[in-house]
């Protein structure tokens, strides 16, 4: 199992531009998240996902868009980038948890995004 | 507001000299810690998870103790490929699902 991957590993934009980072998990996990990693501020959750075809807010959505149209795919996108959101990009997935059980969450290898 | 904070931030060993790191918490109603190790330039590793205090997990040359306050990674007789960051978190709920509040990390350096 490859578990969870991103593409692409790393990426330099400029100001305004858009794109669309993508998240896959092969081991068949209904939920799937994604944080952003910044100095000083850990890691904090932007978007998350408890199955096809739903998505909600994490602490901070602004300037990010999601959708996740099958399963095992995760999409974040970035309409108009701006400097901001220069930061390294996690996706991570879990199992349901939404009746409280604590579930481990599995870490992809992580995206390093600047904007210029 | 509940949090979690990790001391030291950055931590030096001699090959086989043995410390520990801690998390301290204050967060009601703990359901769980999660640690991770994340090497530079790529994700964070699960490692453990504990659920109540008094729990010890172990992993090679890592164990992992709770009490009510705060959680110890024990490194005993490290070795230089023990040299990562190390992070706890606790589960926060949220909408439906569960988010991972993650502490600043300790960078931990293990010389030869």
């Known amino acids: 199992n490859a578990g969870v991957t991103q593409t692409p590993k790393f990426r330099v934009l400029k100001t305004g531009q858009s794109m669309t980072l993508l998240c896959a998990q092969d081991m068949n996990h209904e939920y799937m998240y994604w944080y952003r990693q910044d100095p000083g501020m850990g890691l904090r959750l932007i978007h998350y996902?408890?199955?096809?075809?739903?998505?909600a807010k994490g602490e901070v959505p602004d300037g990010y868009n999601v959708s996740r149209l099958k399963k095992q795919n995760f999409l974040l996108g970035l309409e108009s980038a701006a400097p901001s959101q220069t930061s390294v990009y996690f996706c991570?997935?879990?199992?349901?948890?939404?009746?409280?059980?604590?579930?481990?969450?599995?870490f992809g290898p992580g995206t390093r995004l600047l904007v210029l | 507001e509940d949090q979690v904070t990790q001391s030291p931030e950055a931590l030096r060993l001699q090959e086989g000299e043995s410390s520990s790191l801690n998390c301290s918490y204050t967060v009601s109603g703990l359901r769980g810690l999660f640690w991770y190790r994340q090497d530079p330039g790529k994700g964070p590793e699960f490692l453990f998870t504990?659920?109540?205090a008094g729990e010890e997990k172990e992993k090679e040359r890592l164990k992992a103790t709770l009490t009510k306050k705060e959680s110890f990674l024990h490194i005993t007789a490290p070795k230089p490929e023990d040299s990562a960051t190390y992070l706890c978190a606790f589960p926060a709920r949220i909408q439906g699902a569960q988010k991972l509040v993650f502490g600043q990390g300790t960078r931990l350096t293990i010389n030869p």
């Open positions: 991570a997935s879990s199992l349901e948890n939404s009746g409280g059980a604590v579930e481990t969450q599995y």
């Open positions: 996902s408890v199955g096809e075809g739903t998505t």
């Open positions: 504990l659920y109540s």
